[in-house]
């Protein structure tokens, strides 16, 4: 018998699940939400929920250029997002899910990483893309945010999801609290040093572990089944 995974019980996962279709999920400038709901569609059961990753894409500047972006002018023309917010599924091959995306849906984990971004010489340092990868069954169960990045003067920048904001199942380190909700966002979007040992990655820890571009090709097309 198959063994369901208990997906969150909010109006995030019940939207999601609703939804018509993968990229009927997309509301602009909300990657993080898109990606949550998305890893809610994709992990019905507990095996589908083992095989997916969440990743955040930053860099040190907290500025990274993308390509094959919907809110780019054109696919080649690079949109410079302070983070984006991916999903990775394992399988025989490794394939990213960008609703944000011009590329092919789902794309190739190389294909999407050599396409999406610059080639490192081309790059400032500071600029090269880092990727925070987290366990989509602990994004899906530590993850909250009451939205308050999107806020300027008391308006909202872009027009926020029509449900509820999302709140975490299980609280942990590196929440900020308000009257409002709780918001762990930041923990997840601005990148720490990356990770010095493979062996001992860790992404099912809360905020995952911060991986370089190479790193991340190099590990999971190694172990396309794991993390």
């Known amino acids: 018998m198959t063994e369901q995974f208990e997906i969150p019980s909010n109006e995030a996962a019940t939207?999601?699940?609703?939804?018509?279709?993968?990229?009927?999920?997309?509301?602009?400038?909300y990657c993080e939400e898109n990606v949550y709901r998305l890893a809610v569609r994709k992990s019905q059961t507990k095996?589908?929920?083992?095989?997916?990753y969440v990743?955040?894409?930053?860099?040190?500047?907290?500025?990274?250029?993308?390509y094959y972006q919907l809110a780019g002018k054109?696919?080649?023309t690079a949109c410079f997002w302070d983070y984006h917010v991916l999903l990775l599924q394992l399988d025989d091959t490794p394939t990213i899910f960008d609703i944000d995306s011009h590329l092919p849906y789902p794309?190739?984990?190389?294909?999407?990483?050599?396409?999406?971004?610059?080639?490192?010489?081309?790059?400032?340092?500071?600029?090269?893309?880092?990727?925070?990868?987290?366990?989509?069954?602990?994004?899906?169960?530590?993850?909250?945010?009451?939205?308050r990045h999107m806020l300027k003067d008391g308006s909202w920048t872009?027009?926020?999801p029509a449900y509820a904001c999302i709140r975490a199942r299980e609280r942990v380190h590196g929440e900020s609290h308000s009257e409002?909700?709780?918001?762990?966002?930041?923990?997840?979007?601005?990148?720490?040093?990356?990770?010095?040992?493979p062996q001992d990655f860790s992404f099912n820890q809360a905020f995952?572990?911060?991986?370089?571009?190479?790193?991340?090709?190099?590990?999971?097309?190694?172990?396309?089944h794991k993390g």
Request: charged letters at 25%.
């Open 15 to 29: 939207s999601a699940m609703e939804a018509s279709s993968d990229h009927s999920l997309r509301v602009p400038f």
């Open 47 to 52: 095996r589908e929920a083992e095989s997916i």
């Open 55 to 66: 990743i955040f894409v930053s860099s040190e500047a907290q500025c990274v250029p993308m």
């Open 74 to 76: 054109t696919p080649l």
């Open 107 to 147: 794309c190739p984990l190389d294909t999407y990483i050599n396409n999406s971004f610059p080639s490192p010489g081309e790059t400032p340092k500071e600029y090269r893309p880092l990727f925070r990868v987290v366990s989509a069954q602990t994004f899906l169960q530590t993850f909250c945010s009451d939205r």
């Open 158 to 160: 872009a027009k926020p």
């Open 180 to 197: 409002d909700g709780i918001f762990n966002l930041d923990s997840y979007r601005i990148m720490t040093q990356p990770s010095k040992k």
């Open 208 to 224: 995952g572990e911060v991986l370089t571009r190479e790193q991340l090709l190099r590990h999971f097309h190694k172990n396309p």
